[in-house]
């Protein structure tokens, strides 16, 4: 079983915002994440962020904000006895034909190369289809949290529900870790 787990951020992680997370304040954890992530630490696996952040090409926020908002994930998930290894997040406007904004392969190939570990058979944790569609790109295995936007993918219907569905990211860890112990989950 590949150990990497990718997750993103807003919406799985964080309560997602239609008006964007654009300072410390506004990032609240999904209840649960954190010490979901913290379970998966001390599970072995090695957990990683990839993440549109459209909000900074759309200057919403700038460098540092997204760093402060990064560096307090960071501290939360750690308070919890968890580690995130890496973030990676694509900072342009959608409008920019870049290759890192989901579902472009750019995030999970710089995970590879920066990790210097494969995302094939790793779990991708998301909330959208263009979560779904990285993660099969890349053959990772997807998994539909029904928090954040989770719940308009799955009315949206599609390819997207042929990935395993969980409630939120601690149901999402424990089958991860249920799986890695030999067991169906």
């Known amino acids: 079983m590949n150990p990497l787990v990718i997750l993103d951020r807003d919406g799985v992680i964080n309560e997602d915002s239609d008006a964007y997370i654009k300072c410390v304040a506004e990032w609240t954890p999904v209840p649960g994440s954190l010490e979901a992530i913290a379970d998966l630490t001390r599970a072995g696996f090695r957990v990683v962020v990839a993440s549109n952040q459209s909000g900074l090409g759309r200057g919403l926020f700038d460098q540092a904000t997204l760093d402060e908002i990064h560096a307090h994930m960071h501290e939360q998930v750690a308070r919890a006895g968890g580690v995130i290894e890496g973030v990676f997040y694509c900072p342009h406007h ?39 569609e990285v993660a099969r790109s890349k053959q990772a295995i997807p998994i539909l949290v029904r928090s954040g936007k989770g719940e308009r993918t799955i009315a949206a219907g599609g390819d997207a529900l042929a990935a395993r569905v969980c409630e939120n990211l601690r149901e999402a860890a424990d089958y991860l870790i249920g799986l890695q112990r030999g067991g169906d989950a």
């Not at 870049?98 to 998301?126: N, T, W, Y």
């Open 94 to 132: 959608p409008d920019e034909d870049c290759d890192c904004r989901k579902p472009r392969p750019g995030l999970l190939d710089q995970i590879e190369k920066e990790m210097g570990i494969s995302v094939v058979g790793a779990h991708f944790v998301g909330d959208t289809r263009k979560d779904m």
